[in-house]
């Protein structure tokens, strides 16, 4: 019970709560996994997203788009959370997002390319930039295989770094050894890479991350971007 509180304060999960946007008993079981991944990736995403989110969708592939409503629940809740805290909950959080002038969308990707069964993304926009992320379900382990059209395959949980920068040589060695210079153990290095000369690494970490190594790894020649977000 202790631990159930503990994430569903973090924002990670929703355990037997209260009010929930859909009712048990009228949602597949097999569903519910996708709701706590939506809210998980929105999480993430409104972690590194720079500026104040203005608009938060959520699109979904498959059989599990005939929830959508419900997902977009979870992904606002989770797109809120960083910046109301305690005061967003599965009940409030579409008045929340209008009060602060957030837009809330749903849409199904009627696309046929994708390898997935089932796909949800939640794409969480700001003055300055968009950024979606997509995930799946492995059998019962929720994964991110997409972030801003880098694949990834990645359990969305834990202390970790994005960060994307030109797909040159070297790159990896140059993040790893300014991690262990600050005593940063790498628990899992994640690369995505596309065919415009970039890549974006999620890097899973044991220990918080200071500031000042962000702006270490920011003010290397060959990095684009660098945020942190704990799930």
């Known amino acids: 019970a202790a631990q159930n509180a503990i994430e569903v304060l973090q924002g990670s999960a929703y355990p037997n709560a209260l009010n929930l946007p ?20 929105a999480f993430l995403a409104s972690q590194v997203v720079r500026g104040v989110p203005s608009a938060v969708e ?33 009940v409030n959080a579409p008045f ?3 009060e602060r002038g957030i837009e809330v969308a749903t849409r199904v990707d009627k696309s ?16 300055e930039e968009s950024v ?25 949980k834990g202390k970790m770094i994005l960060f994307k920068n030109s797909d040159v040589p070297g ?18 290095f994640r690369l ?13 970490v044991d220990s918080e991350v200071p500031r000042a190594v962000l702006e270490e790894l920011a003010a290397l020649k060959e990095a684009i971007s660098v945020a942190y977000a704990e799930i």
């Open 96 to 98: 929340v997002a209008k």
């Open 132 to 156: 979606y992320i997509a995930g799946t379900l492995f059998g019962d382990s929720p994964r991110i295989v997409d972030i801003n059209g880098f694949d990834m395959d990645v359990i969305p």
């Open 171 to 188: 790159v990896i060695g140059k993040v790893g050894t300014l991690l262990g210079s600050h005593a940063i153990n790498v628990a899992d």
């Open 112 to 127: 046929d390319d994708s390898p997935f069964k089932n796909r949800v993304e939640v794409r969480i926009s700001t003055d």
């Open 58 to 90: 959520t699109s979904a592939q498959g059989e599990v788009s005939a929830h959508l409503p419900s997902l977009l629940t979870f992904a606002t809740v989770g797109a809120l959370k960083e910046a109301v805290e305690d005061r967003v909950n599965y």
């Open 22 to 41: 859909a009712k048990e008993s009228d949602t597949p079981e097999w569903v519910s996994p996708y709701f706590e991944l939506t809210q998980r990736m």
């Open 192 to 204: 995505g890479r596309d065919k415009s000369g970039y890549a974006m690494a999620l890097i899973l």
